[in-house]
Antibody, heavy 120, light 110 residues
């Protein structure tokens, strides 16, 4: 059974780059038909899809964030990562990683989430 | 403002049946699968329904999903106190090329 765990700094300064890693256990990140995605949730607000990467390496990004987002996979470590550049206070949120089997929107399971605060 | 519209709140008493609606358009619900997620307080969202009406293993059959045209619904029967949570619908939007979520519905069990 897949399990995902986010890790990374909880505090990032404005204009810097937010970097998070999601470690996958219980299965291979190279498994066919899987998407690996990032979703965020500002405090007290709803969910926003950031982007996903397919097992083949194809990436899909939210157009509203596309210019600042990079999602990549490290198969040797069974991890995938998120980089979000030029962050502002509006990027403060709980960031979740999730897997999707066959359909990009079928997020299951999710990591527990990690709060990232953008502040000087 | 979310592309998918959900009522901000819903409520019911134990044992009751409650439905939560999700309204979209031809570019999202009208042409793509709908997903439903449950987020218990302080926890990560959990997949409840995929492909409009399919339940992952482990999700009780008290939860059911349906879709008609550009709208979808989540029904919860035999309401329990542990069902008190936020519920989100989601779908791919072909026009925006983005996976969109509804604004969420807070379900209160009275």
């Amino acid at each position: 059974q897949l399990q995902l765990q986010e890790s990374g700094p909880g505090l990032v300064k404005p204009s810097e780059t937010l970097s998070l890693t999601c470690t996958v256990s219980g299965g291979s990140i190279s498994s066919s038909s899987y998407y690996w995605g990032w979703i965020r949730q500002p405090p007290g607000k709803g969910l926003e899809w950031i982007g996903s990467i397919y097992y083949s390496g194809s990436t899909y990004y939210n157009p509203s964030l596309k210019s600042r987002v990079t999602i990549s996979v490290d198969t040797s470590k069974n991890q995938f990562s998120l980089k979000l550049s030029s962050v502002t206070a509006a990027d403060t949120a709980v960031y979740y990683c999730a897997s999707s089997l066959e359909q990009l929107g079928r997020f299951d399971p999710w990591g527990q989430g990690t709060l990232v605060t953008v502040s000087s | 403002q979310s592309v998918l519209t959900q009522p901000p709140s819903a409520s019911g008493t134990p044992g009751q049946r409650v439905t939560i609606s999700c309204s979209g358009s031809s570019s999202n619900i009208g042409s793509n699968y709908v997903y439903w997620y449950q987020q218990l307080p302080g926890t990560a969202p959990k997949l409840l329904i995929y492909r409009n009406n399919q339940r992952p293993s482990g999700v009780p059959d008290r939860f059911s999903g349906s879709k008609s045209g550009t709208s979808a619904s989540l029904a919860i029967s035999g309401l329990r106190s542990e069902d008190e949570a936020d519920y989100y619908c989601a779908a791919w939007d072909d026009s925006l090329s983005v996976q969109v979520f509804g604004g969420g519905t807070k379900l209160t069990v009275l």
